[in-house]
């Protein structure tokens, strides 16, 4: 029984020998084949950096206006009688828009216009009377007292019979009506809008920090998507004063070819043209990778050029052209960290980590690794503008 159960124990361990090694043997093997296979050659789009010039901007929301814009609304109260616009009608300085029932003022300035005319006829007889020697100066006083008043009291009933029309104080286009005929309106309702569509403009903000940046008459471009800045204009106008609660400074500037493709209330990007800058280092913004150890970038160099540092997996200043790549040779990508800077138009300020020449990967960086081959093929080429999104070969 004994003999039975050792004979057991040393098949038992034989056995699980053999697994254990049989595993460890092929562990190592795989661990043999895959040191010794070649890394792949990963295919991207690169782009080399040269010296530019960088024309920085601020970008901003704003709120398109008219230039010329009011809520119409009548001068006293009464019946409308007549509208004499339609929605979207275009109206001249002085047009009469609404009518009200001004038969009692009529009738008014009538009777007291009658009233001035006995009043002028009677200076007129008092006038012949003096010169004949006959009136006394306190006739004539009177006289003249009474035709002035009453010719004062035409002129207010006049102005009061002009308050029952409502007339366009400017050129302009008339919004929808918000009133009837044979509605009782008074002073404070809303007839209608009128906006002047010739010249719009737009109000904006921008931080206190920029207020130093801004200039009366300085370009600025409007667009109503991020990539796309149809329209253009200048600045008209700055507060001088910078809100204390926002910390933001309100700008207005003139659109001059709107050519009524945006309405008043309608939200706009707005970038504000600065003078632009000689000697810029900038790449693409497809071409940073933000990491938690900082951004960096893929710059293309030649197999055997030496690496820039102990590890270009730390922040270095690996920007030299010695490594740029020669037509012919094995390129690696080799990872560079950077400082970023300034943004605009779909690309990036670098001011620290790279030189003129660097070829940086702007396309494939997902499947890179540090040191790993590379082969250039630009047919796919990012784009670079603003909002646009990069395409993997």
């Known amino acids: 029984m004994i003999k039975r159960f050792i004979i057991a124990f040393v098949l038992l361990v034989l056995v699980c020998g053999g697994i254990v090694g049989f595993n460890m043997f092929r562990d190592r093997a795989i661990q043999q084949y895959f040191a010794s296979m070649p890394m792949p050659t990963t295919t991207v789009s690169a782009t080399k950096v040269e010296p530019a010039?960088?024309?920085?901007?601020?970008?901003?929301?704003?709120?398109?206006?008219?230039?010329?814009?009011?809520?119409?609304?009548?001068?006293?109260?009464?019946?409308?009688?007549?509208?004499?616009?339609?929605?979207?009608?275009?109206?001249?300085?002085g047009e009469v828009l609404v009518q009200?029932?001004?038969?009692?003022?009529?009738?008014?300035?009538?009777?007291?216009?009658?009233?001035a005319a006995i009043g002028a006829q009677t200076l007129e007889r008092a006038q012949a009377l003096q010169r004949r020697g006959v009136g006394s100066d306190a006739n004539l006083d009177a006289a003249r007292a009474v035709s002035n008043n009453s010719s004062a009291q035409v002129a207010k009933l006049e102005a009061v019979l002009e308050q029952k029309q409502l007339r366009a104080p400017f050129s302009g286009?008339?919004?929808?009506?918000?009133?009837?005929?044979?509605?009782?309106?008074?002073?404070?309702?809303?007839?209608?809008?009128?906006?002047?569509l010739e010249t719009m403009r737009a109000d904006f903000s921008v931080p206190e920090q920029?207020?130093?940046?801004?200039?009366?008459?300085?370009?600025v471009e409007f667009g109503l998507s991020g990539d796309r800045f149809e329209f253009h204009g200048t600045i008209t106008g700055i507060e001088p004063k910078v809100d204390p609660t926002s910390r933001l400074v309100a700008?207005?500037?003139?659109?001059?070819?709107?050519?009524?493709?945006?309405?008043?209330?309608?939200?706009?990007q707005v970038r504000v043209q600065l003078p632009p800058e000689d000697g810029?280092?900038?790449?693409?913004?497809?071409?940073?990778?933000?990491?938690?150890?900082?951004?960096?970038?893929?710059?293309?160099?030649?197999?055997?050029?030496?690496?820039?540092?102990?590890?270009?997996?730390?922040?270095?200043?690996?920007?030299?052209a010695a490594g740029a790549p020669v037509a012919g040779q094995k390129l690696v990508a080799r990872q560079v960290f950077v400082k970023p800077g300034r943004?605009?138009?779909?690309?990036?300020?670098?001011?620290?980590?790279?030189?003129?020449?660097?070829?940086?990967?702007?396309?494939?960086?997902?499947?890179?690794?540090?040191?790993?081959?590379?082969?250039?093929?630009?047919?796919?080429?990012?784009?670079?503008?603003s909002g646009a999104q990069a395409s993997n070969p």
């Open 251 to 268: 700008v207005r500037a003139e659109i001059v070819d709107a050519g009524g493709r945006l309405s008043p209330g309608q939200f706009v």
């Open 280 to 320: 810029v280092l900038a790449v693409p913004q497809t071409a940073l990778v933000a990491s938690l150890y900082g951004d960096y970038v893929y710059v293309v160099r030649s197999a055997d050029a030496p690496a820039a540092g102990a590890s270009e997996a730390t922040p270095s200043q690996a920007g030299d």
């Open 173 to 196: 286009t008339m919004g929808i009506p918000r009133i009837d005929a044979g509605q009782y309106v008074t002073p404070g309702v809303t007839v209608a809008t009128l906006q002047d």
């Open 53 to 93: 010039t960088w024309t920085p901007s601020i970008e901003a929301i704003g709120t398109v206006g008219a230039s010329r814009g009011v809520d119409l609304t009548v001068e006293t109260a009464g019946v409308v009688k007549k509208i004499e616009f339609e929605a979207n009608q275009k109206v001249r300085q």
């Open 210 to 219: 920029r207020l130093g940046d801004l200039r009366i008459g300085q370009p």
């Open 343 to 385: 943004r605009d138009g779909g690309r990036v300020e670098i001011t620290e980590g790279l030189s003129g020449g660097d070829e940086v990967v702007t396309a494939g960086q997902n499947r890179l690794i540090n040191g790993g081959p590379v082969a250039v093929d630009n047919s796919v080429v990012p784009q670079t503008s």
């Open 100 to 115: 009200l029932d001004d038969a009692v003022e009529r009738a008014d300035v009538e009777a007291q216009k009658a009233q």
